[in-house]
């Protein structure tokens, strides 16, 4: 059964994320004063083949822990539905 996987990616909260510093700046340059922090990430789906909702849930885990993120700077939550 295939399986979508979709993964939001996110630094951690303990460390600086430039790219949403330069976003939040911007932003209250063009007058939105009322955005207090801005954080970026990525997000990623993931179609696989599986033999259940529990096996795609642990392969995407691994991706995710393996090759998806930087487990030092990065988190991450997912959800798996039927595709």
Request: charged share 30%; hydrophobic share 40%; net charge negative.
């Given at each position: 059964?295939?399986?979508?996987g979709?993964?939001?990616?996110?630094?951690?909260?303990?460390?600086l994320?430039?790219?949403?510093?330069?976003?939040?700046?911007?932003?209250?340059?063009?007058?939105?004063?009322?955005?207090?922090?801005?954080?970026?990430?990525?997000?990623?789906?993931?179609?696989?083949?599986?033999?259940?909702?529990?096996?795609?849930?642990?392969?995407?885990?691994?991706?995710?822990?393996?090759?998806?993120?930087?487990?030092?700077?990065?988190?991450y939550?997912?959800?798996?539905?039927?595709?």
């Open positions: 059964m295939k399986y979508l979709k993964i939001d990616v996110m630094p951690l909260e303990a460390l994320d430039p790219q949403g510093k330069a976003v939040n700046q911007s932003m209250h340059n063009i007058g939105f004063e009322s955005v207090v922090d801005v954080r970026i990430g990525k997000h990623i789906e993931v179609t696989i083949e599986a033999e259940n909702k529990m096996q795609a849930e642990k392969l995407i885990n691994e991706a995710c822990g393996k090759i998806l993120t930087n487990p030092i700077m990065e988190g939550e997912f959800v798996v539905d039927e595709a």
